[in-house]
T-cell receptor, first 114, second 118 residues
Framework: ETGVTQTPRHLVMGMTNKKSLKCEQH?????MYWYKQSAKKPLELMFV???????ENNSVPSRFSPECPNSSHLFLHLHTLQPEDSALYLC?????????????FGPGTRLTVL | AQSVTQLDSQVPVFEEAPVELRCNYS??????LFWYVQYPNQGLQLLLK??????LVKGINGFEAEFNKSQTSFHLRKPSVHISDTAEYFC????????????????FGQGTILTVHP
């Protein structure tokens, strides 16, 4: 499945670093999502964008900063992270409204914070 | 608030045996129900969904699920599993407004790891 791509696939960073995760969807969708998948915990929705506008911020700390320049691209800018932020970060996309629950996921970025 | 409970964190089975992965949910409003599958080193993929109508829903790869409103359950079944079904399976719910518009806010369970042995 190459409809949603994410780069990099793996990232190791120190707590003082600044890095960015990139997501691109080739499906013509207009809604995009960031999820966090930690071991032993349910998938957590972080942010939702509809037509480039942020419509959901699920109480995410400000050290995570999303950016959606257009309907096909989504970024997650990271700075001053903590070791507990180590997780798999998944991007997803969907059509809006009546089919927004049918989400297509990328393979994720495995983030390790040292 | 919605919540999803997947009752088994791991389910080991032998190839060609039947399997059932259990999911219970709680919600104060009407819900829509989903099963997603995650193969190793991949993102999640939609298996099937229940929106309305028949309570027995058929999905991809021979899986099916039955919505039981009185028991607030949405268990996933397959009559005969293959080695390639080894993966983690996630049950999810979402709600919608009165007009049927989805907010795209899925609440996921903790996942069930299905391991199929030869």
């Amino acid at each position: 499945e190459t409809g949603v791509t994410q780069t990099p696939r793996h990232l190791v960073m120190g707590m003082t670093n600044k890095k960015s995760l990139k997501c691109e969807q080739h499906l013509g969708h207009n809604a995009m999502y960031w999820y966090k998948q930690s071991a032993k915990k349910p998938l957590e929705l972080m942010f939702v964008y509809n037509f480039k506008e942020q419509t959901e911020n699920n109480s995410v700390p400000s050290r995570f900063s999303p950016e959606c320049p257009n309907s096909s691209h989504l970024f997650l800018h990271l700075h001053t992270l903590q070791p507990e932020d180590s997780a798999l970060y998944l991007c997803a996309s969907s059509r809006q409204r009546e089919d927004a629950d049918t989400q297509y996921f990328g393979p994720g970025t495995r983030l390790t914070v040292l | 608030a919605q919540s999803v409970t997947q009752l088994d964190s791991q389910v080991p089975v032998f190839e060609e045996a039947p399997v059932e992965l259990r999911c219970n949910y709680s919600s104060s409003v009407s819900v829509y129900l989903f099963w997603y599958v995650q193969y190793p080193n991949q993102g999640l993929q939609l298996l099937l969904k229940y929106l309305s109508g028949s309570t027995l829903v058929k999905g991809i790869n021979g899986f099916e699920a039955e919505f039981n409103k009185s028991q607030t359950s949405f268990h996933l079944r397959k009559p005969s599993v293959h080695i390639s079904d080894t993966a983690e399976y996630f049950c999810a719910v979402s709600d919608r407004n009165a007009g049927g518009t989805s907010y795209g806010k899925l609440t996921f369970g903790q996942g069930t790891i299905l391991t199929v042995h030869p």
